[in-house]
């Protein structure tokens, strides 16, 4: 293997653990409620689709901060099977998402946060409202660098799916 080979690995190497980086600077973004961090994750016109939320991912980063900190007590997000594509300039990411939350709980707040059929599914009639949650999902997000250089990768998109909660505890 000649040295140009070498370089041409490092590279691919390089890319990947950048796009690796942006996807734990959305994690701690998230769990730190830091604003300019999770802007930071995403091109200016990049576009995020959470269900809660579809349009440009830098409105999506002003909206989540403020309802993370009104709904929940803590969060803590970790990624996971991490699947990465590289294309050129461009880059076709799947990873999984796991998440343990402590909700300000009440039934209202339970349902808008994890779905209408959460409490029937998950807590039960009449049970008592838990606090603790873990749930989980799949994301793909489009990556590229900008204006062709191979030097800061950001997401151009990200879609989350096939979310799934479980209750931690029933009481506290």
């Known amino acids: 293997m000649d040295s140009s080979e070498i370089l041409a690995r490092l590279e691919v190497v390089e890319d ?9 600077r ?24 959470h ?9 999506y980063a ?21 699947h990465i594509e590289l294309d050129g300039h461009r880059a076709h990411v799947e990873s999984y998402l796991i998440s343990y939350c402590q909700v300000k709980a009440d039934r209202g707040r339970i349902e808008g946060v994890f779905g209408p ?34 030097s800061e990768w950001l997401a151009l998109s990200a879609v989350i799916s096939a979310s799934k909660s479980a209750r931690l505890s029933k009481e506290r």
């Open 16 to 24: 990947r653990q950048q796009i690796y980086d942006v996807l734990t």
């Open 26 to 49: 959305y994690c701690r973004a998230l769990d730190r409620c830091d604003l300019a961090l999770m802007k930071s994750v995403y091109w200016e016109d990049g576009y995020d689709n």
């Open 51 to 59: 269900g809660v939320f579809q349009g440009n991912a830098q409105d």
């Open 62 to 82: 002003a909206f989540i901060i403020p309802e993370i900190q009104q709904w929940f007590e803590m969060t803590m997000h970790a990624i996971c099977n991490v």
């Open 117 to 150: 059929s959460y409490l029937r599914e998950v807590v039960g009639e009449g049970e008592p409202l838990p606090q603790d949650f873990l749930y989980g999902g799949r994301y793909w997000a489009g990556t590229s660098t900008p204006g062709g250089l191979r």
